[in-house]
């Protein structure tokens, strides 16, 4: 088998290369939900709370993809302070290469808490990309709810208009209906509820994509933050071995 051949084998068996963008030559933002839902636990207080999952999915996925594209992040919720409140959109870096480490730690040393200003942390997100005149993605990371009055698709509005070529992708997780009762357990109308935020994708050309299982969330990151590239160097260090 030549070498070139060999590389392409190895680049299908990838695991962000099924399903993943065309290219990574656009900056991305992750916008990832830290308010107070993401620490509850299902309402029967069985499993674990949407943080612990979402730690150990960033842990999985995020390192493979850093070595492909420049990667940046925000978080809202409980903000720069811990305080929380709908001013909580915190900027913890703009997009650049080998993120993996300084997402992780900041996910795993994320207390979730406070309300959930969706709408203008994925604007803000925009802003740092500059997305008037540069392409770029944005990764929404929500369990689905706008508590602080923003209107995401007046904003999906806006970007489809505005935007040189921004992408915005919403991964729904464990995304639940509004009015939950006992007898809701298990009903399609409360455990396949939409986020508010997915006519964000739908607007921008995105992919809206749901997670309720740690699987699910590891394959959802790498369908709307991976991409069909691989760096020289793990090529040339996978032929070798």
């Known amino acids: ?50 943080i612990f999952e979402a730690r150990t999915a960033m842990r999985r996925a995020v390192p493979g993809i850093a070595e492909a594209r420049r990667l ?56 740092v990309l500059n997305y008037r005149v540069a392409p770029g993605a944005i990764v929404l990371i929500t369990d689905g709810k706008e508590t602080c009055g923003g209107a995401p698709c007046e904003l999906a509005a806006v970007l489809a208009s505005d935007a040189a070529d921004l992408t915005v992708h919403v991964i729904g997780f ?5 009015h939950f009762g006992w007898e809701s357990q298990g009903r399609s109308d409360y455990n396949d509820a939409v986020t508010v935020a997915r006519c964000l994708a739908d607007r921008t050309g995105g992919k809206y994509v749901r997670a309720e299982t740690l699987d699910d969330l590891v394959r959802a990151l790498r369908v709307t933050l991976g991409c069909q590239v691989i760096s020289q160097s793990t090529i040339r260090g996978a032929i070798l071995r």
């Open 72 to 127: 940046g992040l925000i978080i809202y919720g409980p903000g720069a302070t811990g305080a929380g409140g709908c001013n909580s959109i915190d900027l913890r870096f703009d997009p650049q290469w080998e993120a993996a480490g300084l997402i992780i730690n900041a996910v795993e040393t994320l207390q979730p808490a406070g309300d959930t200003p969706l709408t203008e942390a994925v604007a803000a997100a925009a802003d």
């Open 1 to 50: 088998m030549t070498r070139r051949l060999l590389a392409a084998s190895l680049f299908a068996l990838l695991p962000w290369a099924a399903g993943a963008s065309e290219n990574c030559t656009e900056d991305a933002m992750v916008v990832f939900d830290g308010s107070g839902s993401m620490a509850e636990m299902g309402f029967n207080q069985i499993g674990e709370p949407r």
């Open 174 to 178: 464990k995304v639940r209906g509004d």
